[in-house]
């Protein structure tokens, strides 16, 4: 589906454990996750996820995240 692949607003950074933790325990996580994001961003993240992308420009996408990771150290 890709509608959420490469949307830096819905990126969870995790170890290993908590990565595992996430696995183990979906609806903790699901909880902790809304309680982070807050509900309205979480469903309309679970909405777009869902959504079918028939064309992504990988090249726009790419110079897009490089602009936001620039971003980030200015």
């Not at 979906?26 to 309205?40: K, L, T, V």
């Not at 909405?47 to 790419?62: G, N, P």
Request: charged share 25%.
């Amino acid at each position: 589906n890709m509608g959420t692949a490469f949307n830096t607003r819905y990126v969870m950074g995790l170890c290993t454990n908590c990565h595992n933790w996430a696995q183990r325990h979906p609806a903790d996580f699901r909880q902790w996750a809304i309680y982070i994001m807050g509900e309205e961003i979480y469903l309309a993240g679970q909405r777009l996820a869902k959504s079918v992308v028939k064309y992504m420009d990988f090249e726009k996408v790419r110079d897009d995240l490089k602009k936001e990771l620039d971003g980030l150290w200015e």
